[in-house]
């Protein structure tokens, strides 16, 4: 079976101060990781997405993620926040069989405080 | 925007009320999802259609019917609904790569921005 945990349900930072939201997984097949950003009263918005390429991953936003096999870890990154980042976050796995496409995490809320 | 658009943002209904929510993808996609977004609880998949047919279905209950009559949209008509039932309900759009079959390699989804639904 394939599962998603972030860590944290809730991060706080300081606007300038780096970020880092973690995420492990579990999967029996070669997965495709996602982490997706969703703002107040918006849908999900893709941030960046690894697909068995390059292991670290660069999003938009100036957000990044390594794919960490041996960890079995997606931690997204940004080496500054900025009071714009304030958002629920959610680390996504797709499988590439079975019979759900994408299972989600239960999301991260980061906070930037001023 | 992200291409896929939700009608209505905001919907009150009646627990005996009959209501139903469009999505519609300006991408070209070919598949296309409805979700639930409760608070606390992770998103959960309600409907998946892939080339205008049904592949998933978990175990929702048929106070939920969706209806897909084209690739472009996508419809999700309510009927006796309960409080609990009151979520954002969120509709994606996907290129499937592999076809309709249960182990296609599904791409990233885009997501449309929600409807808010208050059942009281």
């Known amino acids: 079976a394939q599962s998603v945990t972030q860590l944290d349900s809730h991060v706080s930072v300081s606007e300038g101060t780096p970020v880092l939201l973690r995420c492990n997984y579990s999967?029996?097949?070669?997965?495709?990781l996602f982490w997706y950003v969703q703002h107040p009263n918006k849908g999900l918005q893709l941030l960046l997405k690894?697909?068995?390429?390059?292991?670290l991953v660069k999003g938009i936003n100036g957000f990044e993620a390594e794919f960490k096999k041996s960890e079995t870890s997606f931690h997204l990154t940004k080496p500054s926040a900025h009071m714009s980042d304030a958002a629920e976050y959610f680390c996504?796995?797709?499988?590439?069989?079975?019979?759900?496409?994408?299972?989600f995490g239960k999301g991260t809320r980061l906070s930037v405080i001023a | 925007e992200t291409g896929v658009t939700q009608t209505p943002r905001h919907l009150v209904m009646g627990m005996t009320n009959k209501k139903s929510l469009k999505c519609e993808q300006h991408l070209g996609h070919n598949a296309m999802y409805w979700y639930k977004q409760s608070a606390k609880k992770p998103l959960e998949l309600m409907f998946v259609y892939s080339l205008e047919e049904r592949v998933e279905n978990n175990s929702v209950p048929s106070r939920f019917s969706p209806e897909c009559p084209n690739s472009s949209h996508l419809f999700l008509h309510l009927h006796t609904l309960q409080p609990e039932d009151s979520a954002l309900y969120l509709c994606?759009?996907?290129?499937?790569?592999?076809?309709?079959?249960?182990?296609?390699?599904?791409?990233?989804?885009?997501f449309g921005p929600g409807t808010r639904l208050t059942v009281l």
């Open positions: 994606a759009s996907s290129q499937d790569l592999s076809g309709r079959s249960l182990l296609s390699s599904y791409n990233e989804q885009f």
């Open positions: 690894y697909t068995s390429a390059a292991t």
């Open positions: 999967s029996s097949y070669s997965p495709s």
């Open positions: 996504v796995v797709s499988v590439r069989s079975g019979n759900t496409p994408l299972v």
